[in-house]
Structures are given as C-alpha cells and as structure tokens.
C-alpha cells in the first residue's frame, strides 16, 4: 500500500509545478504587450528630444541661453534611447504602423531573462525624460 503522506506530498508538488507552469504561461503571453508599451514608450521619448531640439536651436537663435545645460542631458537621453530601441528590435518585430509586435516563441524565453535590464533602462529613461520636460517647461516660460 502507499503511503498517504506520499501521496499527499505527490499531489501537492505537482500542484506548485502546474502553478509555475502556469504563471509562466502567462508571463510568455505577455510578452508581446510588453514589447508593444515599451516600444510607444521610446516613441513618446524620441517626441521629447525632438521638442528640446527644437526648443535650443530656437533658443540658440533668440540669444538667450537657458536651455543650454540640456545637452549632456539630452545626448545621455539619445544613447539610452538606442540601447532600449536595439534591445527591442533584437527580440521583437515591430510592424511599420507600430501597433503589433511579432516576437518568436523561443525569444519570449530570451526576453524574460533580458526583461531586469531592459525595464531598468526604460526606469531611467522616465527620468530623463521628466527633467527634459521641466527643462522644456522652464524654458518656454
């Protein structure tokens, strides 16, 4: 005869591992989306920089000179936004509207283990891109 607590400990294990599998499952699902938002993220970024370009030339052309310690920021900002856009299109397919993202399933798996890098690089690109915008602010004030 089995032992009842082997048996019990049989089915509890085998709970936790269809759990895990489960979570995981849905982790991979939502790879896709993932890559979508963070895609729009750097797009939203790349309107930013484009608008305190703007922004200095325009300034540069007026003679006034507030926006002038931008740069390095704004150099910082264009190479972490390559980094994140390499890291997107090495895992991801972007369609040419940006709305869909076609991601293999293999690379789902490659993704979850760059997935710490790539948010800590978007974590720093919001805050670059929340001091471009108050520079922006202060300067067209």
Known sequence: MADPYG????CLTS?????????????LRE???ELLALSNEACNLNFVLDSVQKAMNDDGRS???????????LFQARVKL?????????????DAWGDSVHIGKVDRFFW?????KVWELQKQLRELRKGLC???GAGNA
Do not use: C, H
């Open 31 to 33: 790879v896709p989306s």
């Open 15 to 27: 709970f936790k591992v269809t759990q895990a599998l489960y979570g995981l499952i849905v982790r």
């Open 7 to 10: 048996i019990i400990t049989v």
């Open 63 to 73: 003679g006034a000179s507030q926006l002038s310690n931008v740069g390095p920021m």
């Open 82 to 94: 390559d980094n994140l856009d390499n890291l997107i299109s090495k895992w991801a397919k972007i």
């Open 134 to 136: 108050v520079l922006l």
């Open 112 to 116: 979850l283990k760059e997935k710490t």
